[in-house]
T-cell receptor, first 116, second 113 residues
């Protein structure tokens, strides 16, 4: 079975500081990996995705993530935090069994706070 | 830009009543999903739907839940005999044939009193 673990339910950084949100996955087959962001009272918006192409994936709003198979990780980073980055971030894994459109399994989420 | 739309944005119902949450997926998408998020908790998979049938469902999706694509554009989630613990934000999502990416609606908040 596939699963996702997000370390840290709450991360707080200063504006301009590095953002690092951790995600580790468990999958017996090559996974598809995603980061979604949820702003208060809104739906889920895709930040970026890994689908077995380049291991360093760039997303929207300056975020990027690196797929590391040896560490089963897909951590999300941004060099310089902005106040508007304050939101909840969800890592998700999707199975690729037999080419079927498997569902997404989400982590518990990490709430990012940005201090002025 | 095409998007997934959901109605209503907020539904309040009495315990034991039936509710229907509606979704209009992106028009050329073939795979449809419902997820829910109880306040303060993670997003949980409920059901996936493809080719007019359920392709996968979670243990949350018990026999009080049903999904339907009645007219080729709408995708509905019906919950019968609602319980207090059904109170949550329900997200609809759809995906195309190749990218693996799910596009989510803004959610329907269900409050069961």
């Amino acid at each position: 079975a596939q699963s996702v673990t997000q370390l840290g339910s709450h991360v707080s950084v200063s504006e301009g500081a590095l953002v690092l949100l951790r995600c580790n996955y468990s999958s017996s087959v090559p996974p598809y990996l995603f980061w979604y962001v949820q702003y208060p009272n809104q739906g889920l918006q895709l930040l970026l995705k890994y689908t077995s192409a380049a291991t360093l994936v760039k997303g929207i709003n300056g975020f990027e993530a690196e797929f590391k198979k040896s560490e089963t990780s897909f951590h999300l980073t941004k060099p310089s935090a902005h106040m508007s980055d304050a939101a909840e971030y969800f890592c998700a894994v999707r199975n690729t069994y037999g080419g079927s459109q498997g569902n997404l399994i989400f982590g518990k989420g990490t709430k990012l706070s940005v201090k002025p | 830009e095409p998007e997934v739309t959901q109605t209503p944005s907020h539904q309040v119902t009495q315990m034991g009543q039936e509710v229907i949450l509606r979704c209009v997926p992106i028009s050329n998408h073939l795979y449809f999903y419902w997820y829910r998020q109880i306040l303060g908790q993670k997003v949980e998979f409920l059901v996936s739907f493809y080719n007019n049938e359920i392709s996968e469902k979670s243990e949350i999706f018990d026999d009080r839940f049903s999904v339907e694509r009645p007219d080729g554009s709408n995708f509905t989630l019906k919950i019968r005999s609602t319980k207090l613990e059904d109170s949550a934000m329900y997200f609809c999502a759809s995906s195309g044939p190749s990218t693996g990416e799910l596009f989510f609606g803004e959610g329907s908040r269900l409050t069961v009193l």
